[in-house]
């Protein structure tokens, strides 16, 4: 059974740091991108950060780009989201996913997806 697994989600004051883990089964996550995406109460899933098959090319969005950092341990079969410098406006769910299909932000490229985990950014 392929399955994605987030952990790490928590609270925390604005300016705190957290580090998401995806954990994969079923599946070797290496040959695979990887994506990071969020949602918010009331709000569309957006795509957080991204890193290509190869590791070679990684993926922002501009609200989070300098504070977030997107990787992977291939022998953990795990990726991560580095998080740093949180501000209010990253609260929400962030949910990991995994494609061969291409590489990017864009949600519909994605074949397989976590169940997400929650992130409170408040004071």
């Known amino acids: 059974q392929l399955q994605l697994v987030e952990s790490g989600g928590d609270w925390v004051q604005p300016g705190g740091s957290l580090r998401l883990s995806c954990a994969a089964s079923g599946f070797a996550l290496d040959g695979f991108a990887i994506g990071w995406f969020r949602q918010a109460p009331g709000k569309g899933r957006e795509g957080v950060a991204a890193?290509?098959?190869?590791?070679?090319?990684?993926f922002y969005t501009a609200s989070v780009r300098g504070r977030f950092t997107i990787f992977r341990d291939s022998a953990k079969n795990t990726a991560y989201l580095e998080m740093n410098n949180l501000k209010p406006e990253d609260t929400g769910v962030y949910f990991c996913?995994?494609?061969?299909?291409?590489?990017?932000?864009?949600?519909?490229?994605?074949?397989?997806w976590g169940q997400g985990t929650q992130v409170t950014v408040s004071s």
């Open positions: 996913a995994a494609t061969n299909l291409g590489d990017g932000l864009d949600a519909h490229i994605y074949k397989y």
């Open positions: 890193l290509s098959n190869n590791n070679l090319f990684d």
